[in-house]
């Protein structure tokens, strides 16, 4: 889902999800959620060091 949408070239989200062969509603929470994920990954690494891991 994020390598899809930031990594592989698609031109909008709305392709993104068409690529995934998703609903929009279902790529937009699918997203937000590993959006979510990354945030919190970089938070912990930030308080705590990459030993945390």
Request: aromatic share 10%; net charge neutral; glycine share 8%.
């Amino acid at each position: 889902m994020l390598a899809t949408t930031f990594f592989h070239g698609v031109p909008t989200r709305e392709a993104a999800a068409e690529r995934l062969d998703l609903p929009p509603s279902t790529y937009r929470r699918h997203l937000a959620r590993g959006i979510g994920q990354v945030c919190d990954r970089l938070w912990e690494r930030e308080l705590y060091g990459a030993a945390a891991e």
